[in-house]
Nanobody
Framework: QVQLVESGGGLVQPGGSLRLSCAAS????????MSWYRQVQGSERELVAT????????NYADTMKGRFTISRDNAKNTVYLHMNSLKPEDTAVYYC???????????????WGQGTLVTVSS
């Protein structure tokens, strides 16, 4: 069974930091890129960051550059999002996904996690 489980969200004050984690199972994690997206209620999901399968290359949305860092540990099948200098406008539900179809025992799927809520407020 393909599963992506995000964790690490919560309430943080402006200027604070959080580290999100996404544990993957059910597919060969190390073969695929991974991305973080976020969604504010009533808005479309937006891409936050992407990391290649080997973890060498990363890309970020302009508003996150210099504040967020995506990383992965293929031995643990986990991708992370380190968020610094958080702003109230970063408040959203954060999701992880390979962003591409992955091969599973049930064929090709495009899995998403359930999301973790980040609230930036004083």
């Amino acid at each position: 069974q393909v599963q992506l489980v995000e964790s690490g969200g919560g309430l943080v004050q402006p200027g604070g930091s959080l580290r999100l984690s996404c544990a993957a199972s059910g597919f060969t994690f190390s073969r695929y890129p991974m991305s973080w997206y976020r969604q504010v209620q009533g808005s479309e999901r937006e891409l936050v960051a992407t990391i290649t399968s080997g973890g060498i290359d990363t890309n970020y949305a302009d508003t996150m550059k210099g504040r967020f860092t995506i990383s992965r540990d293929n031995a643990k099948n986990t991708v992370y999002l380190h968020m610094n200098s958080l702003k109230p406008e970063d408040t959203a539900v954060y999701y992880c996904t390979p962003g591409v179809p992955v091969w599973t025992s049930r064929g090709y799927l495009e899995p998403w996690g359930q999301g973790t809520l980040v609230t930036v407020s004083s």
